[in-house]
């Protein structure tokens, strides 16, 4: 049975091979900043550490909908469990995700992970295709579970297969995992040969 990803972490975790405490956030303002910052880069704040909420307020309006107050705090909680990191340079207040920032906001965007699906279908099939070696199978184990999350069809043991568009998906994943294209390549087509089954799968 494929394992969840919280299940891949704990065993990953079990191994010694990462020394990072996962523990995924209820805050949805905890979540936000992750994201933010694993989208952006980083953060860059006019100002000295006084002003530092003002100043993230009035240069970033995505923040205003949050409490003054908690906003800060939240800042402050990420960098003292090790997830972000602050550097003053020349006034400026820059702020980045730490390497245990990055990881748990992969995790994130992994768990919130969804394929579109359009309002008519293109008739075309998107075949994923996965080569990973045994050292690798955690990951094998853990990349089959969010396949079977994302609403994949299993066609072979490594082989599964999408109606819908997931290039930008599939992308993430590979990055997510660390894969490389001859472990992961995704092939679309128009022909597969008898996909009634498939079809009846999908409510085509």
Not at 22 to 34: A, H, M, Q, T, W
Not at 112 to 138: A, M, T, Y
Not at 149 to 172: M, N, T
Request: with cysteine; aromatic share 14%; glycine share 6%.
């Amino acid at each position: 049975m494929a394992m969840n990803l919280r299940k891949f972490f704990e065993n990953i975790m079990s191994l010694g091979k990462y020394k990072y405490y996962f523990k995924k956030p209820k805050s949805e303002i905890i979540k936000d900043v992750l994201k933010f910052l694993a989208t952006v880069g980083a953060l860059c704040i006019a100002g000295t550490s006084p002003r530092f909420v003002p100043n993230l307020i009035k240069g970033y309006l995505r923040w205003r909908k949050y409490p003054k107050k908690r906003l800060s705090d939240t800042f402050y909680k990420l960098r003292k469990r090790g997830l972000i990191r602050f550097e003053n340079r020349g006034g400026q207040i820059y702020i980045y995700l730490t390497e245990k920032g990055r990881k748990l906001a992969g995790l994130l965007q992994i768990d919130e992970l969804k394929i579109k699906k359009p309002k008519k279908w293109d008739k075309k099939w998107r075949i994923l295709i996965f080569d990973i070696s045994q050292l690798k199978k955690i990951y094998r184990e853990a990349l089959r579970g969010k396949l079977k999350e994302l609403g994949f069809y299993q066609l072979q043991k490594s082989v599964w297969i999408h109606p819908y568009d997931c290039r930008a998906e599939v992308e993430i994943l590979k990055e997510f995992f660390g894969l490389s294209d001859k472990e992961l390549r995704l092939i679309e087509a128009t022909n597969i040969g008898n996909d009634k089954e498939i079809k009846r799968f999908f409510k085509l």
